[in-house]
């Protein structure tokens, strides 16, 4: 995740699985529903039945997975290695890149398990998918953790506050793994999939392309303080958001009923 797109796509993605999970939750609420997740629907005779069936979001996964790898390769020209061996001494090469492909793996495997269990399994397993979810945040929290080695004054700051939320977002997907169907951990786990997205796309914007066009200063206790409170505007939004979300998935669902 080096550069501005590095940060801009991995968190647009992030955000944009946030807002299914918002949804998803909204209809489970509304519908007063236990189980999120819809069931496949009956099958019909035609051409694009099997389609109109299918499940997308691990194919979606999928996809951003491998758009990540060739934006990661292309940045480096396409010339990853992993060992250089000069005057005789053994060095690891692109540590944070070989960093952001394994993560980029995590999703990749995560969205293959969505396909099979979705898609190809005579009856869909919840557990194995919702395992794989929690097992891409337990890689990518310590990876997180050792990409701050090399950062100081706001970077080390904007990168703590990430920490943060993909700790609190980890441990949700744990606990949820004995507790599929609780409401409460589905919210908590849509609102930190938003905070995390939103959070990542502005550390891109707030190292790379200012939108002041003034750089952050690492010495600056103001630059430094301020990063704190757009955080906290952050998550203050993504709250309303998934407010505004509930209610408009009220109103549509209201106004369906009615006219059926």
Request: hydrophobic share 50%; with cysteine.
């Given at each position: ?29 509304i519908c007063n529903s236990l189980v999120q997740y819809p069931s496949h629907p009956p099958c019909n005779k035609g051409r694009w039945a099997r389609l109109r069936q299918m499940y997308y979001i691990g194919f ?93 004054g706001v970077e080390l700051q904007i990168h703590m506050l990430l920490i943060q939320v993909l700790f609190l977002l980890t441990l949700v997907l744990i606990v949820e793994l004995w507790a599929p169907n609780e ?78």
């Amino acid at each position: 995740m080096g550069g501005f797109e590095g940060h801009l796509y991995p968190g647009l993605s992030l955000f944009l699985y946030g807002l299914y999970h918002a949804g998803l939750l909204s209809r489970a609420v509304i519908c007063n529903s236990l189980v999120q997740y819809p069931s496949h629907p009956p099958c019909n005779k035609g051409r694009w039945a099997r389609l109109r069936q299918m499940y997308y979001i691990g194919f979606l996964k999928i996809l951003s997975s491998c758009i990540l790898v060739v934006q990661e390769l292309h940045n480096i020209h396409w010339q990853l290695v992993l060992i250089s061996k000069m005057y005789h001494q053994r060095n690891f090469m692109y540590r944070k890149q070989w960093q952001h492909l394994t993560l980029y793996l995590s999703f990749f495997l995560n969205g293959c398990v969505d396909v099979v269990s979705q898609n190809l399994l005579p009856k869909r397993c919840i557990v194995l998918e919702q395992g794989a979810q929690a097992l891409s945040m337990c890689l990518l929290l310590p990876l997180m953790v050792s990409h701050m080695q090399d950062t100081e004054g706001v970077e080390l700051q904007i990168h703590m506050l990430l920490i943060q939320v993909l700790f609190l977002l980890t441990l949700v997907l744990i606990v949820e793994l004995w507790a599929p169907n609780e409401l409460l951990l589905r919210m908590l786990k849509a609102f930190l999939y938003l905070v995390t997205g939103s959070w990542l796309m502005q550390i891109g914007f707030m190292l790379y392309r200012p939108i002041s066009g003034y750089k952050w200063m690492d010495d600056d206790k103001n630059d430094i303080a301020f990063a704190t409170t757009f955080f906290c505007w952050h998550v203050a939004f993504n709250a309303f958001l998934m407010i505004w979300i509930y209610g408009f998935s009220k109103l549509w669902y209201c106004y369906h009923v009615t006219n059926a």
